[in-house]
């Protein structure tokens, strides 16, 4: 079993924090690289950075591809990128990765597979937790906001994943600051440091098995933030109001799942079953940002999730 961190030489918000993580002890090269069109790849026991020379969301199936090569099963993936937003605001954020809600007829414009959920790494809300510490700890808050995104993007793969970004213009992905809190990230998260790690499942207290599955709200998630500051929170997908289009039923309202068209409940269903393969025995449960949505999209979602047998929660339970 390995661990897999993917960077891209093409991106200083990639290759910056890779090089930190790289410049701690233990690591040594792997020549040749055991997968066809990775420029490099380093090893520290379990744990493996890869880099390559083409965008982050373009290299698909990398676990896929390792285990072919290697014979090894990929535990886990982080992939290294840069963040831009119309705001330039600079931040750090974590999230998962997919493009539920597209159709097949539909062109990915950030990679990845139309309907495709990529299982969520259970150490998005952990790290989350650590990586807001640890900026705070660098004196990097209150000037790089710390934050979740929504679900989006590839690149295509099929172990648990999360996306580690530093945003959001050239300055700030250049920042050596910035990229050494990620590395540090990265460190203390994998128990490189000697400690015991952060955010693995396996080694979650079974009192806490709840996992948060996001609906609806804008990208950087607000209300379900208010919920994954507090300890003990585990994250699934995070499924934002543009990853569940709907077709205003007109007047059919009040709406009902069946007369409401769009690939909504593909998004959501695809999203449920990939964070439920990421958090065996968990308990997954939806939280709705209900000021996000109209009535009739509330209603319809509501019962679509009561048919599929998700439950719906609320902030309290998940304190």
């Known amino acids: 079993m390995v661990f897999l961190v993917v960077a891209t030489t093409t991106d200083p918000a990639s290759y910056g924090p890779a090089d930190a993580f790289l410049a701690m002890p233990g690591w040594k090269p792997v020549d040749p690289s055991p997968i066809e069109g990775i420029e490099e790849t380093f090893r520290n026991g379990k744990f493996v950075v890869l880099k390559h020379n083409r965008g982050i969301v373009e290299e698909d199936d990398l676990d896929r591809r390792w285990k072919d090569s290697t014979g090894e099963v990929v535990e886990e993936l ?15 954020t974590v999230h998962p990765i997919g493009v539920p809600h597209l159709s097949d007829s539909d062109t990915p414009p950030q990679g990845g597979k139309p309907g495709w959920a990529v299982p969520p790494n259970p150490r ?5 937790r650590l990586l807001k510490k640890i900026a705070e700890d660098r004196g990097l808050v209150p000037e790089f906001e710390i934050t979740l995104e929504a679900t989006h993007h590839g ?24 990229a050494e809190a990620v590395a540090q990230l990265l460190w203390e998260g994998l128990g490189l440091d000697g400690g015991n790690g952060v955010g693995a499942w396996e080694s979650r207290d079974d ?5 948060l599955l996001g609906i609806g709200g804008g990208h950087y998630v607000p209300r379900q933030m208010d919920i994954v500051r507090k300890e003990g929170v585990w994250v699934g997908h995070l499924l934002s109001g543009y990853s569940l289009p709907m077709v205003d039923p007109g007047k059919q309202k009040p709406a009902n799942p069946s007369s ?3 690939t909504w409940k593909a998004s959501i269903r695809a999203s449920f079953q990939a964070t ?16 996000s949505f109209k009535s009739w999209q509330k209603n319809a979602i509501t019962s679509f999730l009561a048919e599929e047998n998700i439950r719906v929660g609320k902030l309290a339970d998940f304190i």
């Open 78 to 92: 982080v992939f290294l990128s840069k963040h831009t937003s119309a705001a330039n605001t600079p931040a750090i």
């Open 124 to 128: 998005i809300g952990p790290w989350l």
């Open 155 to 178: 690149p295509v793969v099929s172990t648990r994943t999360l996306f580690v970004e530093i945003g959001s213009t050239d300055e700030y992905w250049r920042r050596q600051d910035a």
């Open 207 to 211: 009192r806490r098995n709840k996992v």
């Open 260 to 262: 409401v068209g769009g």
């Open 276 to 291: 439920r393969l990421a958090f065996p025995e968990g308990e997954i449960v939806a939280f709705m940002d209900h000021k």
